[in-house]
């Protein structure tokens, strides 16, 4: 029998038309007309090659055929309509679904610990991955391949296919260790320059915020160090005669804030935007919806 010639409309009048055994009732069910249900019979009496039902004294009977047919179609239906509710709606509470994250080192301690007791207590059974990525358009690789379903950065190339939202800002404070002899009083952009710079690079740069606001005046400051690791910088600074700019988030969730003097910048530096990123194909679906605004509400700043 060739069944590509059956769409779902027909097998859902067929499984209507066996539960009521009657064309007006059955179309009532589904919401069609009843020249529409019948249209509906005869285009699967002719598919089929079977009567499938006949009229008897209590209404339309199922012919032997029909009731082979009735119970696995009946089954396929309310599968089909489980997985269609599933993407029309999301539980968290009772879903065991896995989520995947890209994040950088930053939103590593400062969201990621708030998205996992978020997690737990709106989806105790969900399931959550973390990838790390360090340059800013390893975001979009990740998103392209499906590796994950977020990610949290600096923000990334811009390309159509990828969305984004802003999430929390940092600002710039200098740090020196708690007794070198620039603490304690406001710092000029020649005590600035005359002191050996740590510069942070998670890219591997050797030009960052500092050096490009710097060069806008025709200046330039003497590295001592360039690591990748953002969160290394706090205590080698607390353990040397160095200073580091860095993002004051960093600082704060460092564990060294008691052992450094912070102190602001003498050159005007913008705040660093990290923005959520994710792929369009994943926009609308409401298990990814309810991801992100997990996400959302574990950023810093946000008002809970």
């Known amino acids: 029998m060739d069944l590509h010639g059956i769409d779902l409309n027909l097998l859902v ?4 038309l066996m539960k009521e ?4 009732k059955a179309g009532i069910r589904i919401g069609r007309t009843q020249p529409a249900m019948s249209a509906a019979l005869a285009r699967l009496r002719s598919l089929l090659r079977d009567e499938l039902l006949v009229r008897g004294p209590q209404g339309l009977q199922p012919t032997p055929r029909a009731l082979d047919l009735a119970e696995p179609l009946s089954r396929a239906l309310a599968e089909i309509q489980r997985t269609l509710d599933f993407t029309q ?3 968290p509470a009772t879903s065991s679904a896995t989520f995947a994250i890209g994040l950088s080192d930053h939103p590593t301690f400062a969201l990621l610990p708030q998205l996992v007791s978020l997690m737990a207590e709106e989806a105790p059974d969900a399931t959550l991955h973390v990838r790390n990525f360090s340059a800013r358009d390893d975001a979009i690789d990740l998103l392209d391949a499906g590796e994950v379903d977020a990610t949290v950065g600096v923000p990334s190339t811009k390309t159509g296919r990828i969305l984004s939202q802003p999430l929390f800002e940092e600002r710039f404070v200098s740090i020196v260790r708690k007794d070198h002899p620039a603490a304690g009083h406001a710092v000029d952009i020649e005590t600035f320059l005359a002191l050996s710079h740590l510069l ?3 890219e591997n740069e050797r030009f960052g915020h500092v050096d490009a ?6 200046l330039q400051r003497r ?3 360039t690591l990748p690791n953002m969160y290394a910088a706090p205590l080698l600074i607390a353990r040397s005669d160095m200073v580091a700019t860095l993002m004051a988030g960093v600082i704060a969730a460092s564990g060294h804030a008691q052992e450094l003097a912070i102190f602001e910048p003498p050159v005007a530096l913008d705040p660093v935007p990290f923005v959520m990123s994710w792929h369009r194909r994943n926009d609308v679906h409401p298990a990814q919806r ?11 700043g946000f008002d809970r």
């Open 21 to 24: 055994r009657s064309v007006t």
């Open 223 to 225: 590295l001592a160090l």
């Open 89 to 91: 709606g999301f539980d």
């Open 13 to 16: 009048a067929f499984d209507a």
């Open 213 to 218: 606001a710097l060069s806008k005046k025709g």
């Open 200 to 202: 942070v690079s998670p």
């Open 290 to 300: 309810w991801f992100r605004a997990c996400i959302a509400k574990a950023a810093p």
